[in-house]
């Protein structure tokens, strides 16, 4: 069965400093790979995503994730944390064999401290 | 193994017309979560729903309705539809809960594809 995993329920981090959120998956076959944010009361919006090509994704707000075969990992990271960052991150997988639908990981709070 | 199941796949309804789509989840799943995908849109999130309990809201608009049954089936009872409410509508589902403890990966169904008229 396909499945993605985001190990951390919550990751803080100081305004300022590099984040890092992790995801990995499992799959079988070539997985599209997604990062999606939701802030407060509002749907999901889209970050990023990886079909095929360069593994390092650069996405939307400074955002940019690395896709790691071997490791099945597609880490988000942010060079420089903004409060604003505060959010749930969701990791996606999309794989064409299990009829294109999303697998969306459990997702991960965001916390940027002043 | 059995995928989260929509119904109907397709539908065409006019303006001011009501629509019900149905999700059916994965077996012992207890959660449902509700998504409208615009055209060239993000999933947007509308509501969700814990052991026939709504647990979380979105963006739903107050047009729409949506409950959970005893069978963890979950309907979208959509009223006086808008052209602008034209979109794919995706269910997912999950294993336990939205808050409150660790959840697990959200399958999502294969949407079903609304046209207002």
């Known amino acids: 069965a396909q499945s993605v995993a985001q190990p951390e329920d919550q990751v803080n981090v100081a305004e300022g400093n590099p984040l890092t959120v992790k995801c990995t998956y499992s799959?079988?076959?070539?997985?599209?790979l997604f990062w999606y944010v939701q802030y407060p009361n509002r749907g999901l919006q889209f970050l990023l995503k990886?079909?095929?090509?360069?593994?390092l994704v650069k996405g939307s707000y400074g955002f940019e994730a690395e896709f790691n075969k071997s490791q099945t990992s597609f880490h988000l990271k942010k060079p420089s944390a903004l409060v604003s960052d505060s959010a749930l991150y969701f990791c996606?997988?999309?794989?064409?064999?299990?009829?294109?639908?999303?697998?969306f990981g459990p997702g991960t709070r965001l916390s940027v401290l002043p | 193994a059995a995928g989260v199941i929509q119904s109907p796949r397709h539908l065409i309804k006019e303006k001011r017309e009501t629509a019900t789509l149905k999700c059916y989840p994965i077996?012992?799943?207890?959660?449902v979560y509700w998504y409208q995908q615009g055209p060239g849109q993000d999933p947007q999130f509308l509501i969700s729903?814990?052991?026939?309990?709504?647990?979380d809201k979105g963006s739903i608009p107050d047009r729409f309705s949506a409950q959970q049954f005893s069978d963890y089936h979950s309907e979208l009872n959509m009223s006086s539809l808008e052209l602008g409410d034209s979109a794919l509508y995706f269910c997912?589902?999950?294993?336990?809960?939205?808050?409150?403890?660790?959840?697990?990966?959200?399958?999502f169904g294969p949407g079903t594809r609304l046209l207002v008229l």
């Open positions: 799959v079988s076959g070539n997985p599209y």
């Open positions: 996606a997988v999309r794989v064409l064999n299990y009829g294109q639908n999303f697998v």
């Open positions: 990886y079909i095929t090509g360069d593994n």
């Open positions: 729903f814990y052991e026939k309990m709504q647990s």
């Open positions: 077996p012992r799943h207890d959660t």
């Open positions: 997912a589902s999950s294993l336990g809960g939205t808050s409150g403890r660790r959840r697990e990966t959200q399958y």
